[in-house]
């Protein structure tokens, strides 16, 4: 699947076809993020900003800015004809983001 179609599939979601993961509830209690978040997230296109593929076939990491010195991270798995599984999220600290891409 393409970064293009993608950002297409997201545009198009119900929240009824999205599927959570249970490493992503695992992960929570670990982190400052819940599942109403990250699905209101998903359903706001506007601060995606930017999807990079993942390991596996399908699998993509999804950056939506939360402000100025945060992002949201969410790791999905696409399966284009049925739903959209939700593997992980945590939030990032732009600062050090930025750092380290320089």
């Known amino acids: 699947m393409e970064l293009k179609e993608v950002k297409r599939f997201l545009e198009k ?3 009824d076809e999205i599927i959570i993961d249970n490493h992503f509830y695992k ?3 670990e982190r400052p ?12 296109i506007n601060k995606l900003e930017k999807i990079e593929n993942g390991k ?13 010195k945060y ?7 696409v399966n284009p004809q049925k739903d959209l599984k939700i593997i992980s999220a945590w939030n990032s600290n ?5 750092k380290l891409q320089q």
């Open 13 to 15: 979601l119900n929240q």
């Open 27 to 29: 992960r929570s209690k």
């Open 33 to 44: 993020i819940n599942e109403s978040i990250v699905r209101s997230f998903l359903s706001n």
């Open 56 to 68: 596996e076939n399908n699998r993509f990491k999804l950056w939506f800015k939360m402000s100025g």
């Open 71 to 77: 992002s949201l991270v969410i790791i999905i798995e």
């Open 94 to 98: 732009r600062k050090w983001q930025n």
